[in-house]
């Protein structure tokens, strides 16, 4: 599993859901401002995405790059609501379990700036139940296996700084 293969996975749902999205070349040459996005049911997600694999650990915020941080927080302070700036940490466990938390980057662009530098294991965790999208495997008619997860979870249990807060009391 490569993050790639988590893009691939994330962005197909906006098409099989009657939405679109655009996953952002990697050969580009040009630094890309987040890794792609997705359109549906009235609300347009930049989303910048990130694989941790073999392991549930915490997310370091250094796994951002400062002109995804940059690009991002610039979407969150001159779009409209209904445009969400995202970033989406997918935990690929093999044969136990894949899926990710969905982060507005408000609740990053937040915690930075009381100093924090990740989102501990331990906050993890007691995210999981509420707000942790699982992707399921599933067999097509061909025989193929694909991955799957029901957008509408991207609303329902999208990380603000909100519910962080509140889930932290």
């Known amino acids: 599993m490569l993050e790639k293969d988590f893009n691939r996975d994330l962005f197909r749902q906006f098409k099989i859901y009657g939405g679109c999205s655009h996953k952002i070349s990697d050969e580009s040459r040009d630094q ?13 997600y ?3 995405s990130k694989l941790i694999k073999d392991n549930f650990t915490s997310f370091n915020f250094n796994k951002l790059e400062d002109h995804q941080k940059r690009n991002l927080k610039s979407i969150s302070i001159h779009a409209p609501p209904n445009v969400i700036p995202a970033v ?28 924090k530098n990740s ?9 999981k139940e509420d707000f942790f999208i699982n992707i399921r495997r599933t067999k097509n008619e ?25 889930f932290q009391n």
């Open 46 to 48: 930049f989303i910048e």
């Open 119 to 127: 989102i501990k294991k331990k906050e993890l965790l007691q995210l």
């Open 142 to 166: 061909k025989g193929k296996y694909t991955y799957e997860y029901d957008i509408k979870e991207l609303e329902t249990k999208i990380i603000t700084t909100k519910n962080f807060i509140q």
């Open 32 to 44: 890309k401002p987040f890794d792609g996005f997705g359109v549906i049911n009235g609300k347009a």
């Open 88 to 115: 989406a940490v997918s935990y690929w466990l093999p044969r136990k379990f894949y899926g990710f938390f969905f982060f507005h980057y408000d609740i990053i662009d937040y915690l930075i700036s009381i100093d």
